[in-house]
């Protein structure tokens, strides 16, 4: 599967946004991107780093946004999954959506660690429940979040359902430089990939100075692309599933011993 991730400056600017990501998308087509992935929040801005807050939407025209997105990925036959904030009755979701090239919502998946800016009163973020599992082209993908990559036990979840592929959207950007931060979300995207032997793929935000990457890494854990730093980019990568070897199965091995105590 030729899968794609596209990093770029969200803003408040609904329209902006959605020039850049029609640019990606064009762009992804030509290469032949059958799955591209956007940023957390890629559609509006996330709050309270790329926008004030999330009353200040306007949920229509974000709507309206999202299903022109939908009729890109229809007249490309391309899936596409981008970052955006749903407001679900008086809720407000962090949320992933998922697009098939039918052009018809798969689903979405709803951010379920929460903190700092997710649960402050410019946000005050809702806690989703899926588990955010998709079958794509004969391959189960998942999708996590942000923070979430801190928790183990969020990708443990993808391992028991035998995902081979998982993205994870970030806002993770500061004023100014964060090598050690920068250092350590890499390593637990690494370890992620490693522990539950499957493919992991991020994307952040180019807002301001990235403090996780974009990047490919394979089952081994190792860094296999990886976008340039603080600049828009779209990151192309061939994903295939790996065949097993003798490492693959003893962590299968020993998984399935900690799995059943």
């Not at 290469?31 to 229509?60: H, K, M, N």
């Not at 806002?171 to 990939?193: F, I, S």
Request: with cysteine; net charge negative; aromatic share 12%.
């Amino acid at each position: 599967m030729r899968i794609g991730v596209f990093q770029f400056g969200a803003s408040d600017d609904l329209g902006k946004n959605y020039a850049r990501m029609t640019d990606a998308i064009e762009q992804a087509a030509r290469e032949e991107v059958q799955l591209l992935v956007f940023q957390e929040c890629a559609a509006c801005g996330y709050p309270s780093v790329e926008r004030t807050d999330v009353e200040g939407i306007d949920f229509g025209e974000l709507w309206d946004y999202a299903e022109k997105i939908a009729a890109l990925a229809r007249r490309h036959d391309m899936y596409i999954a981008f970052g955006t904030i749903i407001k679900r009755e008086e809720c407000f979701f962090n949320s992933i959506q998922l697009i098939g090239p039918n052009g018809k919502i798969l689903g979405a998946y709803d951010k379920r660690a929460l903190w700092g800016w997710d649960t402050d009163m410019l946000s005050n973020f809702s806690r989703g429940r899926s588990q955010g599992i998709f079958s794509i082209d004969g391959c189960k993908v998942g999708f996590r979040i942000c923070f979430e990559v801190r928790f183990p036990e969020y990708f443990r979840e993808l391992y028991k359902e035998d995902v081979q592929l998982c993205f994870v959207s970030f806002c993770d950007v500061n004023e100014k430089g964060d090598p050690d931060r920068l250092a350590l979300l890499k390593a637990h995207l690494q370890t992620r990939a490693v522990e539950n032997i499957m493919t992991v793929v991020s994307v952040n935000s180019t807002s301001k100075f990235q403090t996780a990457p974009t990047a490919v890494i394979n089952h081994n854990g190792v860094v296999v692309a990886e976008a340039p730093a603080n600049e828009e980019h779209l990151l192309v990568y061939e994903y295939a599933a790996p065949k097993s070897d003798f490492g693959i199965e003893g962590r299968r091995v020993n998984n399935a011993v900690l799995l059943s105590e």
